[in-house]
C-alpha cells in the first residue's frame, strides 16, 4: 500500500512538470530578474565603504576645497551664481556628478570581471532574457548611485553654510535617475567592449572624467564664451547636472524641458543599442 501511494505521488509530480521544450516562463522572469539585480547589489554592498562612502567623502572634499577656495566666505556666502550663494550652487551638482561616477563604476565592472575571472556563464546560463539581464544590471547601478547620492544630501545637509533643501523633488528624482541611467548604459557598453580593467580605466579618465568635470558642476556656462558655450550643450552631462541643480535652487544654465528630452532621447537610443550587442553576444558569447 505504501509502494502504491509513492508510486501515485510521483506520477503526480511528473504531472505539475510541463513536457520538455514547453516553456514555464512565459512573460518576465521576475525572480531570476530580482535574483540578478540583488547579486549585483550585494557585489557593492559588501565592500559599501569602497563603494559608496569613499566616494561621499572625496566629492564632499570638492565642496569644502572650492567654497574655501572660490566661495569668499563661510560656505561661499561672498559670492554669487545664478542668483545663490556658490556653495548652494556647487553642491547639487557635486551630489549628481557622484551618482554618475558610481553608477557607470557599477555597471562598467559587471561584465568586465566575469570575462576576467572566467565566470561570465553565470550572466548568460540562468534562463533570464536579454531585456531582464541588462535591466537587473542597470538598474543595480541606479541603486548605487541613489546610495551614494543619499550619502552625500546628508553630509552636506550637515555642512555649515550649505543648502540642500529641495526646491522641485520632481526635478531630482528624473534628473538624478536620468543621468545615472544614462551613463549606466555607457559603463554596460564599455562592460561589453572592455577585455581588461585598463579599457575600463581608459573610458573613465578620458570619456566619463572630462565629460563630469566639463559640464558645468563648478561654474555656470554663462560666463564661457559663445564657442565654448556650444560644446558644453554638445556634452548630455551638462543637462542631468543642470536639471539636477534646479531642483535644488530653482535656477538652471539651460530649459530642463529640452534636458529632460535629450536625456530620454539618448536613454532609449543607448538601451536599444546595449540589447541588440548583448542579445547578439558581441564579445561575451564564443
Not at 546560463?125 to 542597470?138: D, Y
Not at 546610495?147 to 552636506?156: N, Q
Not at 559603463?187 to 572630462?210: E, M, Q, R, Y
Not at 536625456?263 to 558569447?285: D, E, F, M, P
Request: charged share 10%; hydrophobic share 55%.
Amino acid at each position: 500500500m505504501n509502494d502504491q501511494s509513492k508510486i501515485a505521488a510521483t506520477s503526480a509530480d511528473r504531472a505539475s512538470f510541463p513536457e520538455p521544450g514547453v516553456a514555464m516562463i512565459r512573460n518576465v522572469n521576475w525572480p531570476g530578474t530580482r535574483a540578478l539585480y540583488a547579486k549585483e547589489v550585494r557585489r557593492f554592498m559588501k565592500v559599501q565603504l569602497q563603494t559608496i562612502w569613499a566616494p561621499a567623502a572625496t566629492t564632499l572634499m570638492f565642496l569644502i576645497i572650492f567654497t574655501i577656495a572660490l566661495g569668499g566666505g563661510e560656505g561661499g556666502a561672498g559670492r554669487q551664481v545664478l542668483g545663490v550663494p556658490f556653495a548652494d550652487f556647487i553642491a547639487p551638482g557635486l551630489m549628481v556628478m557622484g551618482m554618475m561616477n558610481s553608477s557607470f563604476a557599477n555597471a562598467s565592472f559587471s561584465l568586465l570581471v566575469g570575462k576576467i575571472q572566467g565566470t561570465l556563464i553565470d550572466y548568460l546560463m540562468p534562463p533570464i532574457s536579454t531585456g531582464e539581464m541588462l535591466f537587473a544590471l542597470v538598474a543595480a547601478s541606479v541603486t548605487r548611485a541613489c546610495a551614494v547620492g543619499g550619502a552625500l544630501w546628508i553630509a552636506m545637509a550637515l555642512w555649515p553654510g550649505v543648502h540642500v533643501a529641495p526646491a522641485h523633488l520632481w526635478a531630482i528624482v528624473w534628473f538624478g535617475m536620468a543621468g545615472s541611467t544614462f551613463v549606466a548604459f555607457i559603463g554596460v557598453l564599455t562592460s561589453i567592449w572592455a577585455d581588461k580593467f585598463d579599457h575600463a580605466a581608459a573610458v573613465t579618465n578620458f570619456v566619463i572624467g572630462p565629460m563630469t568635470l566639463l559640464s558645468g558642476t563648478f561654474y555656470s556656462i554663462d560666463r564661457l564664451s559663445p564657442f565654448f558655450q556650444t560644446i558644453s550643450h554638445a556634452n548630455p552631462f551638462f543637462y542631468a547636472i543642470s536639471g539636477f541643480r534646479y531642483g535644488f535652487v530653482a535656477a538652471a544654465d539651460t530649459d530642463v524641458a529640452t534636458g529632460s528630452l535629450v536625456l530620454l532621447t539618448l536613454n532609449v537610443a543607448l538601451a536599444i543599442l546595449c540589447y541588440a550587442l548583448l542579445r547578439r553576444g558581441w564579445k561575451i558569447k564564443a
